[in-house]
Every structure is written in C-alpha cells, then in structure tokens.
C-alpha cells in the first residue's frame, strides 16, 4: 500500500507504560503541533519553475527563485486553492483577504534574504480537526483546535497548521499529526510524505502539575520522521519532564529546542532560545493581498471529496466496528475500493473483511497499491455475492473447491495419460506431481490445491 | 508670471517655426496671442519626426545612430553620464537590420531607430547592469526588463546604461560608485537624481529618450535640473519586473525625453499589464499619442474648463523665489490656455518626507539583503559566513546605501515598528486620501518639481538632510501611487541661467491628461529653447 507510515502505531513495552501511568497521575502534558505541509503544486509557489523531490540541485531554477535583482514574485494561483482546501477542511474561518508578509534573515539557502509567509493575517484561522483514537490505545473521539493556517515559507510551496495546545499524550498528538495527513491525501494538495519531509511537525510540550492553570516552561521538538517517533518522543519527553518536576528541578527545564534521536529513543538539546529573533515582518510590497470571494471559496468546498471524519462516522454507520472504520478510512484509495465494491451490492462486512484481509496482505507482500491491481471492485462484489449464494465457499473463494468438478478434471487428465498412470501404479510416484501440474492446467489455475491432491491420490491409489 | 526679462537662450532658424506661425495666425491670433508658437520651440516630437524621416527614406537609421553616437562620445568625457556605452558597431547592426526593413517595406515599430538611454538600475541582458553599485559591478543579468524588452519589440535600440545614485538612493548621481555625472546645462552643477545620467543624456541628445526609475522623484527632480520632461507613470502601469528593488511599493519607471510627445510615445510602449509583475494593473493603456493636438489645430484657449489647482503648500518658505516665479509663470500661461486656477491645501504635504524616508529605507533594507556576495556580484572570502556576509556587504556598498539600510532596519525591529513604520504607513494613507481628494476637485494639480534648481556638485554631498529636503516636492506622489508630468517651464535669472521644471499630478492612470495638456504647453510656451548651450550649435532638432 501507499501507506509508508503506518498510522497504527505499535504500543510502548509494558513497563514504559505502567511507568507514564504513573506520571500522568500527577502531571498533565500540554502538547502544540506545528505542521508543514509541502504542497504538491507542479510549480513553485512564486515561479513557473517546476518543483521534483530529489531533483539535481540548480537544475529547476529562475531569475525569480534565484532572488536575481530585478526580479519579482507572483503568486501561484493553485497554492491558495490547496490553503482554501485545507482550511475548509479543517472547519477553519477563512480570511477573506489576507497578505503577505516578509520574514527576514540570512541564511545561505535563502537567495532573497527574506522569506514571503503570512505573519498577521493568516488564510485561515480557528478551526479544528475530529480524531478518532485507535482501538488499541483505549479509542475515543476527540477534538482539538487549529489556531491558523498560513502559506509559510514559500520557494516550495507550505502551508503551516498550527494547532491549539489541545493534546495531552504522545498518541493523542500522533493521531492528530495522522489525521492532517489523511486530510492532505484525501484533498490532493499533498503526498503527506515523512521521510521526504512532505509533513514535518514540530511539536511544542510542556508539563505542569495537575490542577496549575499556567503552562510549564516549553520545549520544542524537532526531527520527528515518523508518527511512532512522534509518539515515543513526545512520552519520553513527558517523562523527562515530569521527572525533573518530581524531583524539585524544574528550573531545569528551559526554552530550548530538542533533537528526537532515534537510535538513543531520547531528546537531546539542538538549541537554547537566546532571546526572541527579530525577524522583522513587514508586509511584502512585491505582492498584492490576497482576495478570496465567497464564490470562489464555495465552489472549492463543493468540490471538497468526502473527508476522513465524514468518511468514518459513515462506516460506522454501516455497522462497521471503529477497528474496520479507521482501517478502511485510512487510506483514501483502500475508502473508495471499498465504497466501489459495496456499492455492488456486495455485503459490508464481507467486503471490509476481503480488503482487510486477504487484499491487504496480498497488498503488503507484493508492494502494491491497492490501484495497482487486477481485481476490480465489481469483481470482489460478485465474488462476495457468490460466496454469499453458497457457489463457492467463502474460505477458497475464487477457487474451484467444488470436489465434483475437480474430479471431473482428474478423472479426464488420467485418461489422457494411460502411460503415465502405468508408470506411476509400477512406483513411479513421484509422477504425481506431474498429474496435480496437468489438472492445475487444466482448471487454469483454479483447482483448489488440497482438495486436488486428495482428490488425485485418491484415484490415482484406486484400484482398477 | 514668465520673466520678461529672460531672454530666449536659443533661437531657432525661423524658418521651421513659420509655417506652423502663419496656419495658427489664420485661425486664432486675434483671439489669442499666447498662441504664438514659442520661436525657439524645438520639434515637438523626435520620435514621431525620425519616424516621418525614416519612412520617407530621408533619412537612414544608420545616419541617426552614427550622429547620436558621435554627439555622445564628444561630451561623455565632461558628462560621463553613460555607465556603459554600447559599441558602435552592435549599436549599427541593429540600425542596418531596420534600414533593410524599411527598404524592403516591412513593417517597424513605433520606436523604430530611437536611441534610448537605459538607467543602468534596469536589467538588460547584454550589457552590465550594476545598479550604480560596487556590489554588482560587471554583473550581467540574464534577463531584459520587461520595459527594455518592450522597447526592443518597438524597435528602439539601446545605446547604454545612464549613471545614478547607487540603487537610485540619491538626489544629486553623486552617490554613483563609479563617477559623477555633470549637468549639461553648467558642468559644475549636479544633473539631480537619481536617475541623473538618462536626464543629463536627454538634455545633451546624447540619446533620443531614455529611461529612468522613480521611487521618491528620481525621475522628476532630475529631469527639472537638466531642462527635459520627465514622466512618472502611476504605480502599476509599467511593469517593474527588470528594475532592480530600492523601495517595491514606491518603484516606477518612468520616462524622459526632449518633448512630452516623447514622453508619452516612450510611456506608451512601455506600459501594461505583466505576468511577472503581479503589481502591474490590468488597466488598458491608451493610445496617449493619438491625443495629441499639433499646435496649428489649437482652438483659442484649448485647455478650458480644465480645473488646475496649485498646491499652497509648494510655495512657501524654503523655495528659491526664482523656482516660485517660473512656477507661477506656468500656471498663468495655463490660465491663458482656458484653465481655471485656483489654490489647493494639503496639510498633510509635509509629512510626506519624513514618511517616505521610513518607508523607503524600511523596504531597501529588505530588498538589499539578497548582496550578501553568495550567488552574484562581488565576494569577500571570509572564514565563515558571517564574515563573508558582512564584507562583502561593507566592501560592496556605498555609505548612503549603508545609512538607509541601518534607518530601516532600526524602523522595523521589534518595538521600534509600530512607531517608525506603521506610523508612516498610516501617514501614507492620510497623504493618499488627501490627494483623492484634491483630485476630485481638480483635474491637475501643480507645483515645482524642486525647490531650487541644480546645485553645485559636493554642495549637499556631506549634508544628507539638505539633500533630502530637496525631494520635498516630488515624494508625496510616490507615497500616493500617482502620475506626475514634469517640463521646463522657465530658467532661474542668475548669471547660470539653469532650468525651472514644474510638476503636474494627476489622478491615478490620468497619464493621458497630463500628457495632453503638457503637449499643449510645450508647445504654445514662448521664448524658451531647452537645448543646452553645450549642444545648442551642433542640435539641429
């Protein structure tokens, strides 16, 4: 499947566990989640400079993203389509105009000196994103804010989603993390990608003592790769934390930023904050505010596909239990083979066992997308109706597991090869073989190997 | 009221100017004597005229190349207003490939054969492009403007980059990393700036026209020190792609030429909408020439019923009297020609200076950070970046430059923004309005381009607040987003005898009004020739 990153996310060793029950007993997490989306536009935000991950350096450059003088900005229209997207699917009020602002520093990387992001007023701002925990982590719905969402960063196209300080543990924080990812999938405005750095998120964590209404002192954390790095770092940090306010040393925990380290499992310090940087922020004269009419924004939210929460609580609808929905919903793909495949007729809970089941493990052995495959949803439907019907057996599906058939075919390979039947009842056994090869090829395939064999032995034992 | 005691610098062989005398006499002299044509008056258009003659094969390209081409090399030694000069032969191939053109009756644009001087703050791609800074010096871009490559589909030639103030931060081209550039008019005196070498090169026919830049009156200011006419367009109408950044929300090109037919013809192949300037309007841009009414068409008082209103504010204290009696010269001739003057307030006029030179540095300090010696121009190797940074900024840029840089930089820290540049900001917008206003009330309004006429060179040089006092006049437009036509109208009475420019503003995209009026005026303006005595004896016209 696509799916690189495995949204379900494998729990922590028993004792790590009891040991955060613990802590959690006397310390609260506050968690904020900083993401970078790297849109999937065929061009730069700024330029018509095409944009490919992995690219030979300077090989997709201009006068414009080089910073040349003299050159100037122009916005690409389909960056603001893929911000109003993911702003209407995050539940967020868009601004309808909004600019652009200039972030400045000097970086070698940064051909200009400045960045153009949104500073003030960003595309869209306080909306929220539904969650459904997964079963193994105890389940539950939860609902945590987003406090804006601007085109940050431009070159390459981001967007950045910055959550409320809502979540409280490592998991909560992944699945908030797995969910904008799902989004940005099922709208098309970006692969979601981890290890390409597609989705980065910073995570911002700090601890205080139940029942203190301030936050702790903050802690950023950066070079998370995954969403079960993203869960481990966030409970180690917890713990580290925790660890220090429990022992009377919180003064020790300072504004800084940590490196999560996978091979050591820990945090370890990046940089301390030394003062707050100026990056004075001016609004970027090169460049036009950004006006959105109301018309625009409602033909982009009709042209919305159906978002994963939406997709879900329809599943569950159906009578799917929440282990199946999140599965099936995971994957934008896997949803609508298995909405193509119902909409056969077929029975839901057949249908969903199918792709969970035995096309997903075909899926994973071969390394296929669920697109890349022959069978088709319309196929899977008529084969679960048959199954259904008592044609063929659920178990074998496909197969022929009629017994009668399959004799049929045995009794008529025997018959064409007198030769080796005689050779084969003078102790040549291992001609069976050859035989199951023959009624294979002459079922195309289908015959039910152990029902064949049974079946072969049977007669080729038999006395005459 | 024009000084009759000026006496024309210049006179004309007559005889051109009496045909175009005896059809106006026909029609209106007893009516109007203000409609004598101005004797000295030079050919209202060299643009339209070198196209009659081309056309009509009295002329050849070639032979107009090589006499600009000659007339600048005898006075770029005194001048040095040309940073790079084209050489003879690249600049005569082009003049040929038109030559064949037109022989063989293919069609040329509207600029065909025109020599244009090029501000070398505009990218061309074949010729260096430094800004008038250390910092690119050689730097080649690998990109026209789209100005210059709208020039080029016109067919004008480019004969070579005009001096200026280093990133156009200067009132005098004296802030030029590489030369002063002297005014045609006295050679001890600044040409203004910063776009001093298009203006000093007009003023000498040096080139036919030329291009310039205006983020505060760069275009204007010199263009009244050195006798020319020089056109800012409304924010948006050429594009600025190609114009290398000083201030991007005050940045225009603009135009300069000998006539305000020039000017105009200049602005109109420029002008429009750009892909890649996301800044340039969509406005249609008229055909400002077809507007254009030849002085032997004039009714009596062709200009009636057009309000003109006289900025108060622009003639008070700290504007030489002399500068204030061409001005109000001007406005009586306008009077004359129909209009109905009257004087206009603008409180806010003073504010302008102080705003535009936060808002102006707040930009340049962002602009410029992109000189930080790692992909072009010159790089100080240094032992870490930082250092590479820092010289390769302090070897590569001027003091003036270094000093904006720091005033933004201060205005848009942390706790200095809101009370430098959100306040200028809002002084911006108070000046906007304030205009509208004025604007709605009248069609034009007026005043000097500057409060003097060209200094002396190193009289302001040490003086920054002197220098930046003398823009004044010009950058509230800028601060506005408006157009503003400025012509000579008049010559200071002191023994130099150096011109008088006035300003006038119009509505946003109004360039077409400017235009028609200033060709009336020029036109019907008597007794003043503002060809320099440098050029006078070999300028035919």
Not at chain 1, 137 to 147: D, L, N, Q, Y
Not at chain 1, 255 to 265: F, I, P, S
Not at chain 1, 270 to 297: H, T, W
Request: aromatic share 8%.
């Amino acid at each position: 499947m696509q799916e690189k990153q495995q949204t379900q996310l494998k729990a922590s060793p028993k004792s790590e566990s009891a040991k955060f029950e613990e802590v959690l007993k006397n310390y609260e997490a506050v968690i904020g989640i900083e993401t970078h989306v790297q849109l999937a536009t065929l061009t730069k935000a700024f330029c018509s400079c095409p944009y490919n991950y992995g690219a030979q350096p300077n090989t997709s450059i201009c006068p414009v993203c080089m910073g040349l003088p003299g050159a100037l900005p122009v916005l690409n229209s389909k960056v603001i389509e893929c911000a109003v997207k993911v702003g209407l699917a995050l539940n967020c009020k868009l601004s309808l105009s909004s600019k652009f602002d200039r972030k400045q520093y000097f970086y070698p990387d940064l051909p200009k000196g400045y960045q153009i992001s949104q500073f003030d007023i960003p595309i869209a701002a306080g909306g929220y994103i539904d969650v459904d925990l997964p079963v193994e982590f105890g389940g539950g719905h939860r609902k945590f804010g987003v406090t804006r969402v601007d085109l940050n960063r431009a070159g390459v196209p981001l967007l950045e989603i910055v959550s409320e300080p809502d979540m409280r543990t490592g998991i909560e924080a992944a699945e908030y993390a797995a969910e904008l990812q799902r989004l940005v999938r099922y709208l098309g405005v970006s692969n979601g990608n981890m290890q390409e750095g597609s989705l980065r998120c910073d995570v911002n964590i700090s601890v205080r003592p139940h029942g203190q209404p301030e936050f702790g002192t903050k802690v950023e954390i950066k070079n998370l790769n995954s969403f079960s790095s993203m869960s481990r770092a966030i409970d180690y940090e917890i713990l580290r934390q925790a660890q220090l306010h429990s022992e009377g040393e919180a003064h020790q925990i300072v504004q800084e930023t940590r490196l999560w380290e996978e091979g050591a499992q820990k945090t370890v310090t990046m940089r301390k904050k030394e003062g707050l940087a100026d990056y004075r922020y001016f609004p970027e004269p090169d460049l036009p505010g950004v006006n959105l009419s109301e018309d625009y924004i409602s033909t982009i939210h009709d042209s919305l596909p159906e978002l994963p929460e939406t997709k879900r609580r329809r599943y569950e609808n159906l009578g799917l239990n929440m282990q199946d929905v999140l599965f099936l919903a995971n994957d934008i793909n896997v949803a609508a083979f298995f909405d193509a495949t119902i909409a056969t007729g077929a029975d839901v809970k057949l249908a969903a066992n199918w792709i969970m089941g035995d096309i997903a493990a075909y899926l994973k052995n071969e390394k296929l997308s669920i697109n890349d495959i022959k069978l088709t949803p319309e196929e899977l439907g008529e084969l679960i109706a048959s199954i259904k019907g008592g044609t063929i057996s659920g178990k074998i599906g496909k197969e022929i597991a009629d017994p009668s058939e399959i004799e049929k075919i045995v009794d008529r390979v025997i018959a064409n090869n007198p030769k080796q039947l005689e050779q084969y009842r003078g102790g040549k056994t291992r001609l069976q073989g050859y035989f199951a090869g023959q009624v294979m090829k002459e079922s195309k395939g289908k015959a039910n190997p152990a029902l064949l064999n049974k079946i072969l032995l049977e007669k080729l034992n038999s006395k005459p | 009221m024009l000084s009759s005691a000026q006496a024309p610098r210049l006179l004309r062989s007559p005889a051109a100017a009496t045909t175009t005398a005896a059809a106006l006499t026909i029609k209106c002299l007893h009516t109007s004597p203000i409609l004598t044509p101005a004797a000295t008056s030079p050919s209202p258009s060299q643009i339209l005229t070198t196209r009659k003659s081309l056309l009509s094969r009295q002329t050849s390209a070639v032979d107009l190349a090589k006499s600009f081409l000659q007339r600048l090399r005898r006075h770029e030694p005194q001048l040095s207003s040309f940073l790079y000069v084209s050489p003879d032969d690249v600049v005569l191939k082009q003049a040929e490939e038109l030559d064949t053109k037109i022989k063989n009756n293919e069609e040329v644009g509207p600029l065909a054969g025109v020599l244009v001087g090029v501000k070398d703050n505009i990218c061309t791609y074949d010729m260096p492009s430094t800004a008038g800074s250390r910092i690119l010096e050689n730097y080649r871009p690998p990109f026209d403007a789209t100005a210059v490559r709208k020039l080029r589909d016109s067919g004008a030639i480019v004969v070579g980059k005009t001096n200026l103030d280093e990133f156009g931060m200067g009132s005098t081209t004296e802030g030029s990393a590489y030369q002063v550039t002297a005014n045609p008019w006295d050679l001890s005196r600044v040409p203004g700036g910063s776009s001093g070498g298009s203006a000093a090169a007009v003023s000498a026919r040096q080139c036919m026209v030329a291009l310039g830049s205006d983020t505060g009156g760069s275009v204007r200011q010199p263009a009244s020190f050195c006798g020319v006419v020089g056109l800012k367009p409304t924010y948006g109408r050429v594009s600025r792609y190609g114009l290398v950044a000083y201030a991007s929300s005050l940045d225009v090109i603009g135009c300069f030429g000998s006539s305000v037919a020039d000017a105009g013809i200049l602005l109109h192949s420029i002008s429009g909408f750009d892909n890649f300037d996301a800044t340039s309007s969509k406005q249609e841009v008229p055909d400002y020439a077809s507007q254009f009414v030849a002085l032997e068409y004039l009714e009596s008082k062709p200009l009636k019923g057009l309000r003109v209103g006289v900025i108060h504010e622009t003639l008070e204290n700290g504007v030489d009297s002399e500068v204030i009696s061409s001005v109000r010269g001007a406005v009586s001739h306008l009077e004359e020609l129909g209009c109905t003057v009257s004087e206009v307030s603008l409180p806010s006029f003073s504010l302008g200076l102080p705003a535009y030179y936060i808002l102006a540095s707040s930009e340049s300090s962002s602009n410029l950070s992109r000189y930080d010696g790692v992909r072009f121009g010159n790089q100080v190797f240094g032992e870490e970046l930082n250092s590479l940074y820092g010289d390769s900024r302090a070897e590569g840029l001027g003091s003036e430059v270094k000093m904006r840089i720091l005033m933004g930089t201060y205005a848009l820290s942390a706790g200095y923004y809101d009370a430098y540049y959100k306040r200028a900001q809002q002084v911006r917008t108070i000046i906007r309005n304030s205009f509208k206003d004025a604007l709605e009330k009248n069609d034009i309004l007026i005043s000097p381009a500057a409060p003097s006429v060209a200094y002396k060179i190193g009289e302001k040089k040490n003086d920054p607040l002197a220098m930046y006092a003398g823009d004044i006049m010009t950058v509230n437009v800028n601060l506005a987003g408006l157009p503003a036509l400025v012509l000579p109208c008049g010559f200071d009475g002191g023994s130099a005898g150096l011109p008088v420019g006035f300003q006038m503003i119009g509505a946003a995209f109004d360039e077409e009004k400017l235009l028609k009026i200033g060709h009336i005026f020029e036109q019907t303006l008597p007794g003043y020739s503002f060809v320099p005595p440098l050029v006078a004896d070999e300028w035919t016209g």
